[in-house]
């Protein structure tokens, strides 16, 4: 059995919470709708990957920070490798 929402009233809310409240119904109606609709999904990130490509050859600072994340990123795969093999060395067993 589903549970049922019960509704919340707005009058006691300020204009920042009800922004807030509508901005996280519409986050879980979109979670929703790509968890269930496959095509949708794909288009979302069709959109997106667009979006990205066009703020990346535009923007110069969007381009920079995207770098050094990426920087980082690599960084910190190469920490967690070290790691990871260090791990299995100790872990062996002669």
């Keep these: 059995m589903t549970d049922k929402q019960t509704r919340v009233s707005l009058k006691g809310m ?3 919470e009800k922004k ?3 901005a996280q119904q519409m986050k879980e109606y979109m979670n929703k709708r790509r968890k269930e609709d496959p095509v949708f999904a794909e288009k979302q990130r069709e ?4 979006r990205k490509n066009l703020r990346y ?4 600072e969007y381009r920079e920070k995207t770098k050094i994340q990426n920087k980082n990123k690599a960084r910190d795969n190469v920490s967690y490798k070290q790691k990871y093999e260090e791990l ?3 872990m062996k067993i002669d």
């Design 88 to 90: 299995l060395q100790t």
């Design 47 to 50: 959109y997106n990957r667009n």
């Design 14 to 16: 300020t204009d920042e």
């Design 57 to 60: 050859s535009t923007d110069e």
């Design 20 to 22: 807030q409240r509508k």
